[in-house]
């Protein structure tokens, strides 16, 4: 699929949701059905981390965005380094909106718009949005296999065996959810589409906290 340019993206509704990429827009929109609060809700990914800054500054100027958007949340991975996140979010966000003090998990209103970001697995921890759907796996049986797997396959392949061709999954979090995806009745390892096969739990109190931000907006 084509990938649509800045001036095809149209906000048409009042919150609006930054995510990094369509497999998070999917995902989101999941959620958003699941607990049935979609109608104000549109998400939008913002073509890659490197590119959320600029992408959200352009989208802030245009016309649709400023006729219809009321809340805005940014929702990235902290990957490796949770702090540095944090803070290229609040300055890019301070930058656009001219909004300050921003804190994780928390919506606040800045003139005639309301601002937040949240950081995927969630406060003060390094990973990603993947981890989050993990932990609600806890105690899954096929789960629990998955994991197995990998600990025999790790002793089995590069880096800790040096003489074996094949490496361990540079991503472990997303090879365990690719592996455990793969086994359900209707397959697919991206994780959004895997979400509106409702193969992910949002019940699970795993996503009590980002579906209480989303409701905050």
């Known amino acids: 699929m084509e990938e649509k340019k800045l001036d095809e993206v149209v906000i048409t509704k009042e919150k609006v949701i930054f995510v990094e990429g369509m497999d998070e827009v999917n995902f989101f929109y999941a959620l958003l059905k699941k607990m049935e609060m979609g109608d104000d809700y549109q998400v939008i990914d913002y073509k890659g981390k490197s590119r959320m800054s600029d992408f959200i500054s352009m989208m802030s100027k245009t016309e649709s965005f400023n006729e219809n958007a009321i809340s805005v949340a940014v929702i990235r991975d902290a990957d490796n380094n949770y702090d540095f996140v944090a803070e290229e979010i609040k300055d890019a966000l301070k930058r656009i909106f001219n909004v300050i003090n921003l804190e994780h998990g928390v919506m606040k209103s800045e003139k005639d718009i309301n601002i937040g970001f949240y950081i995927m ?8 949005l993947e ?7 806890d105690g899954n049986e096929i789960f629990k296999e998955v994991n197995n797997y990998l600990d025999v396959l790790k002793g089995m392949t590069s880096p800790v065996n040096n003489g074996s061709k094949f490496c361990y999954p540079r991503k472990e979090s997303k090879a365990k959810l690719q592996i455990y995806f793969s086994s359900m ?4 390892t991206r994780m959004g589409l895997s ?7 949002f019940t699970h109190d795993s996503f009590k906290e980002i ?3 989303i409701r905050s907006m």
């Open 121 to 128: 697995p969630g406060l003060k921890k390094n990973g990603e």
């Open 131 to 137: 981890d989050l759907v993990l932990s609600s796996l």
């Open 185 to 188: 009745k209707e397959s697919d």
């Open 195 to 201: 979400a509106q096969r409702n193969y992910v739990d």
């Open 211 to 213: 579906i209480d931000f």
